[in-house]
């Protein structure tokens, strides 16, 4: 059974910072890339970053420069550091395994300005 739990979303300034967690269940995490995405309302799905199994980065175009993803294999666990935050990074913000049907339930991030 895979479960992703994402964790770490809440209320911040603008300029402010905020670190999501991604917990993964299974066997399936140090063989895959994961991927972080934001869902804003009224808005597509879009991808924010992702790192592949060795830790090769890619990062969405407005994201780039002020968020870091970086994983931990021995803790099944992959991380988004979100820094310098503007209000249209609200939205809610899941993990998924890259090309997989799998998705976490969600972390609400709100920036206020």
């Known amino acids: 059974q895979v479960q992703l739990v994402e964790s770490g979303g809440g209320l911040v300034q603008a300029g402010g910072s905020l670190r999501l967690s991604c917990a993964a269940s299974g066997r399936m995490f140090r063989n895959n890339a994961m991927g972080w995405y934001r869902q804003a309302p009224g808005k597509q799905r879009e991808l924010v970053a992702s790192?592949?199994?060795?830790?090769?980065?890619n990062y969405a175009v407005p994201v780039k420069g002020r968020f870091t993803i970086s994983r931990d294999n021995a803790k099944n666990t992959v991380y988004l550091q979100m820094n310098s935050l503007k209000p249209e990074d609200t939205a809610v913000y899941y993990c998924t395994f890259v090309g997989s049907p799998y998705w976490g339930q969600g972390t609400q991030v709100t920036v206020s300005s």
């Open positions: 790192i592949s199994s060795s830790g090769i980065t």
